[in-house]
């Protein structure tokens, strides 16, 4: 959107140019003068009492600042940062004063320290804290020199917790005497943040101060010091200080501690041990603790080699339920290398125990690559369990590999192989997740047999999925299904598909995104695009399939900022009529039905459906629909229902797009 | 620790063959009480931050079967009142059977996060207060889920990755473009190469935020700006300056966002990252727009791919045989044949997620890292930020991946953290 520059503005950015230009050739002193005068000239209007005319002033010396600090422009950053600091005096307007320091504290080196540390004793609480936010982020060690000289004066809680603070921003191994000594402040606050910063400057010196306060903790700072604790542990095991990082972590896993502190501890000596750490690990994951074996599994899964997998398959040979699917799981995460271990295994082990648990996992890792040596064990095992171990495998995998019409191939295939209830259920429940018209065959054909309520659930599933491009054969099985129910639940289903699929229109025609320059938000909501002009120039019309397979009816339009989009559809009823249009929309709604606009609302809200219900009146026949569907910002959505005046589903009525 | 019993080898293989058989497919009204797991099952949610993202979700838990909302937490009254009679609503028969305490309303999200009966806290407050929160909601063993753009710095971003790693914490980046079939299939083509070598990317984004300069307004009743500010620097209150109306407000606020950059870049970078299989890592060059030779926001990977920001519908992948162009319920490629022949065994098979919310309480079960785990959503915002650094400084930067450091200018570096307004720190 074109802004409308004030002259103030064009003069300000003009100078600010001609200024840049002359910078090559002037001295240090010169330029420093120059930039005096220009910042002075931009004081007033940086302190404007009317805040928006604030912006052009501001935005120029931003920019300066931004040019000055460009690699290569070390006099001119330097020049510019001194004259900044010759305009931060009471003399000058706060706003102005503000702004300044807050543009010196990504720029300021040791030209500003001294001005800056001038500063962190002024009348105004607000420059005090945006002047030691420059110290902070200064790189200067004189800066942290004055903070650690103002922690040394500071005569309030607050102030010493910001010093501390920015010390601790600063990673200031200089500040570690006296932040340890106020780990032992009376203010539970000033102790905290002095044990939090110790943690963050983990230097030998800090390291050696939160060991000692893990021999005697306050019971108000436990967390804190856990946390500090932890951190030194991670900075010794990135030193190679593994036994002393253990030795912190020992202390912190004590059956005392919190559980989110024993896991943290837990993890430390994991890491900091390594393989050495294997038969504490193993041990917990056999325990009873049910959070303490994931976080052993997790801490296994770190620990990378061959060895490691050989003995997380022979444990799980002897292991209980939940570790075996622990174990298992961990086994997928261990790479192709892993995988393909355990699948020689399979094969291969004389080991009875470590067979059945190479079986198992390969049935229940995660790679595609595992499908032939699963089918070869389901087909040719002579161990009855392994090869329904295996062919559920299979199927699993089946479910993900591959288009609709190959899953099915696939899992036609697996029926042929299934030789217990159980195992054929399984794969009527994959096949529900097949969005084809043969699936749903096939499904229709299991309904009336010993596999109805799977076959059933299955079918009203594949239903929904196919509802948006084949809603005729969708609406068939709903009917057949209808009559094929054998409990209130499976009734319900089918009442609430058939409401899914007969009042909301699930076949729509979609065109744009639609947007006009300078128009936001809702904006367009009021210009008119081509799709709502009676002969306009429509560039495309695409189908829009169906984005939410649990409910039909509601589609998702994609991402967009503001702009619009416009779905039609065809209504074909059997009579002249009056009707309920219920619409959902995020997020504004413009609808006309035969060319007239029935239904407007220009509102910013999240979409779900039925929100807003309007009469109209079907004629008999062929009736066109269309809708626009304006977009803010985040999601855009849309549902539209039919249903009779009363709310209720209609007959004799269809939908075409095309 | 004590070793429970063995059991024999032939029990442990049914039963956990037993495992393999439940149905992905169960559906809610098969399930029994219409589908809510026993309020002991359930697990129990604090929201901190209940605005128009953080109010959808709230509508969407209230709703879900597996979850209990415990507490809300905002720092205005009138909303985290609102919430919370909702939320006693919804649950007033558990609250008849003894199962249910109700719904707490809080200002500080400290104290919600001091309960011990919360298991998981969503938070969706703005972006400049996403890595304090979200650090002490694992500091006190909550597993999270965070809106994204994850952080409002770079800085921040890995610090929060080293908390959450730290305390074992589940963590989902509410990234969910992820959970999204079209964006996982567009990726696995791209990365299986199937439009050939991958040559360009292009993402269609937003703009950076911006210094806002609005009049001062009273503070309204109930509503405690000073904390709504938190970390940020001072600034009066102003109705537009905190509102989270998409597109404007705190988003287009460079103290609380890094704009539509940060905002869909974590959508759309996300997935481009996802795409060119750069996650944990990031590209080498990042040049601005300049009005001469270079006409959008370029970023330069070290394997040669050049990604833009510029005109797509969503993000569209070329490469030398094809395109494929994927955006939220729209999916196309070119030619068609690429995406027609189903994915094989030898291809690139990603995380599969079953949906966003879903798929982080899975993990909050089975301890698992979910599909936009915190490293995730870390290196993604990492390429916004970027994105943003170079445009505000109006210069190319280079940036080492494998470090995390921005080379050779240290005013930019000074700009991948800033500095708390006290006493906040994270």
Redesign the interface.
Known sequence: MMRKCTLLGLLTLAATACLLNTTAAAPASDLEKQYIDKITEWIPGMSDPDIPKRKDPQQALEKLCHEAGAPGKAAEREALCRAMMTKVGPDVPKPARIWILRKVEPLGRDEVVARLTELLRDEDADIRETARRALVNNPSPQAGASLRAELARADTSKWQIAMINGLAFRRDGQAVDAIAKLTSSPDDAVATAAVCALGDIRTPEAIKAVTALLEKPRPTLHASIAEAAMKCGEELIAKGSADQAAAIYERLYDKSRPESIRIAGFQGIAAARGTKALPMLFDVLNGDDARMRMVAARSIQEIPGDEVTRKLLAALGNAQPETAELIIDVLGQRGPEARQAVARLAREAKEPAVKDAAVLALAQLGDASAMDALLLIAKSSENATHRSVALRGYVRLAREQGGPEERLQTLTTAMSLANNADDKKLIVSAIGDIPSVKALDELMSLVDGDLHAEAFAAAVSVSKRIAGRNHAAALDAVDKLSRLTKTDSEKNAIDALRDALTSYCTSWMVSGPYKQKGKEGLETFDVVFPPEEPQGNVKEWKPLNVTNPDHPGHFDLGKGNNCCAYVRTTVISESEREVQMAFGSDDAIKVWLNGQLIHANKVNRPCACDQDKVKATLKKGENTLLIKVVQGGGDWAFCCAIRDPDGKPLTGISYKAE | ????A??S??T??????G???V???V?A??LGRGGWLPPSERITVGFIGIG??GG?HF?GFLEDKQLQVLAACDVRRDVRERRKEQADKKYAADRQAGDYKGCAAYNNFEDLLARDDIDAVLIAVPDHWHAIIACAA????KDIYCEKPLTLTIKEAWDLV?TV?????VFQTGSQQRSDREFRLACELVRSGRIGKLQTVTVNI?EPSQ?A????QPVPEGFDWDRWLGPA??QPYNAERCSG????GWRKIRDYSGG?TTD?GA??YDIAQWGMGMDGSGPVEIIPPNGKDVEHMTFKYANGVIMQRAQA??VLFSGTEGDIEV????FQAEPKSIA???????DV?LY?SPGHRQDWINCIR???RPICDVAIGASSVTVCHLSNIAY????PIKWDPEKREII????AS??M?????????L
Not at chain 2, 392 to 395: D, F, V
């Open positions: 620790m004590t070793q429970r063995r059991v080898r032939r442990l293989l049914k039963r956990a063959a495992a393999l058989a149905p992905y497919f559906p009204w098969a128009n993202m959808g509508d694992a500091r006190a063993g080293d790693r730290r305390y074992g914490r937003g210094e300069y609005l009049p001062e620097p001072w109306n998409y597109g404007g539509m869909w959508h759309h519908n969503g955006n939220r319920g729209y027609e022949e189903p994915l094989g065994p030898n098979h599969k089975s301890r698992k505000w400084l109006g210069r050779g200018d240290s005013e000074r700009w953290d800033r500095p708390k307004r006290a006493p906040w720190r």
